[in-house]
């Protein structure tokens, strides 16, 4: 008599850990570009999600840029720095809400590509934290971390993508 061995048990748990370590997968609802990095993601020290600098345009941080003038260059920005003064960003052009966890090995490709090239000129990236932002992930459908959704001046939905690793792919899907 032949005793059963335990191979698919074994096979549907490597098979579960690779899916988890691959990183960010898209909801079924949801349109995905998303493709494999060549490289791997830096590794996370905390489990909330990047914190972009305040504002990477070179004339928002001088003095001698009015307040309520917006940047010229693109931004990449935290969730408060956008809700101190969304018009300025709306003002500048396009606004995407990028929900993304620092555990998440595709958002950290993109927060390392928008770090180190930044975001196109009319183009702001506000960087909002997938495990805290329950309410917005709410209101914009959001189920899974690496999503990026576009929004207006009343914070109405203009587009939503998974996919981007670069502030030039961001740009390229707005609407």
């Known amino acids: 008599m032949m005793r059963p061995t335990k191979k698919p048990a074994v096979f549907v748990a490597a098979t579960a850990l690779g899916i988890v370590l691959a990183g960010c997968a898209s909801d079924a609802g949801e349109a995905s570009d998303t493709t494999v990095a060549s490289q791997p993601a830096p590794a996370a020290s905390s489990t909330t999600a990047a914190a ?11 003095s001698e840029t009015p307040a309520a003038q917006a940047p010229a ?16 960003y709306h003002d ?4 995407v809400l990028f929900f993304n966890a620092s555990w998440c090995p595709t958002c950290q490709q993109t927060v390392a590509n928008l770090d180190a090239d930044g975001v196109p000129p009319g183009v702001t990236v506000v960087s909002v934290d997938y495990d805290s932002a329950s309410e917005l992930k709410q209101e914009y459908g959001v189920t899974v971390q690496h999503t990026f959704v576009q929004v207006d001046e ?3 939905q203009q587009a ?3 996919g981007a690793l670069t502030g030039e792919q961001i740009s390229s899907k707005t609407v």
């Open 73 to 88: 260059a693109g931004a990449w920005i935290d969730q408060a720095t956008y809700e101190a003064n969304k018009q300025q």
């Open 160 to 162: 939503k993508f998974t």
């Open 154 to 156: 009343s914070g109405a």
């Open 92 to 95: 500048a052009g396009d606004v």
């Open 52 to 62: 972009p600098p305040a504002d990477v345009t070179a004339d928002a941080a001088t």
